[in-house]
């Protein structure tokens, strides 16, 4: 559909939304959303990161008018993601695993890659590091139903849980591209030596890069260790904790006075 069609079904049911109380009904009582052509599947075949995301950067529409094409983008570029075939980690894959959480997250969470558990279910972070994870989050008052989606490196489970290879890191790259120019979160966090190397393009340990506020194309983002390595070693459960009370405090430096109040639920 295109941006006039759309403009023109818009008026026409602000007009019938008028007609039973005599009064234009609340939705329809405002400025005309900002609209625009539908996304055209042919004009991002093989490069998922030109979505356009449907509506202008930097909140220039209300969000409440924004989420809609957001979702419209997001299950466009999902649905590429499951049918993908860039790589040979699709010869392996029961489901591939393109992320979950909200649209409009404070944090965009970046792991590896799909375990066995997040293969059979098709969902990020769904077994025992997930587990932790949750309550990592949890602990700084973010959460994947809340304030946060959640997303991985590459959209396949390697064989074996092995790290991913370079080609097929660089074939997803594109769709998580895509996935933070749609979703535009104000903060990344990066879990783990795969995922920070892979966003900043570096080869640097996560030893030398965790609890730093680096930069992904203007995003702040901050590493930490992968839930994994916490479960493997208990003496990195302090500095992962410091870790993120330093990511919590500057995130509170770039969010809105909303999610401030938000994340300052019960107390820091």
């Known amino acids: 559909m295109t941006a006039q069609e759309k403009n023109q079904l818009y008026s026409i049911l602000r007009t019938l939304s008028a007609w039973p109380q005599g009064y ?18 042919e004009a991002v075949k093989e490069n998922p990161s ?40 699709c010869k392996g894959r029961k489901q591939a ?15 590896e890659g799909p375990g066995a558990e997040e293969d059979e279910q098709g969902l990020p972070f769904v077994g025992v590091a997930g587990q932790l994870l949750d309550k990592m989050l949890a602990a700084i008052n973010l959460s994947r139903t809340t304030n946060c989606h959640i997303a991985n490196i590459v959209k396949c489970r390697p064989p ?3 790290d991913p290879e370079p080609e097929e890191s660089d074939a997803c790259r594109s769709y998580l591209e895509a996935q933070i120019a749609i979703l535009k979160p104000k903060m990344i966090l990066a879990v783990g030596r795969i995922a920070i190397q892979n966003l900043l393009q570096t080869s640097q340990g996560i030893g030398q890069l965790r609890g730093q506020v ?15 390595a916490l479960l493997r070693n208990q003496d990195l459960k302090r500095p992962a904790w410091e870790d993120l009370k330093a990511f919590r405090n500057h995130l509170l430096t770039v969010n809105s006075d909303y999610d401030k109040a938000f994340l300052q639920q019960g107390g820091r």
């Open 160 to 162: 074996r849980n092995r």
């Open 97 to 111: 695993v393109p992320g979950t959480g909200v649209l409009n997250p404070a944090v965009l969470v970046v792991g």
């Open 24 to 41: 234009t009904a609340p939705g329809f009582d405002g400025a005309a959303p900002y609209f625009t052509d539908d996304i055209q599947k």
């Open 214 to 228: 680096l930069d992904y194309n203007g995003i702040p983002l901050m590493a930490t260790y992968h839930p994994s």
């Open 50 to 89: 030109s979505f356009d995301p449907g509506f202008p950067a930097h909140h220039e529409i209300p969000l409440w008018q924004e989420l809609p094409l957001r979702q419209e983008a997001i299950g466009q570029l999902e649905e590429k993601i499951r049918q993908c075939k860039r790589c040979k980690l």
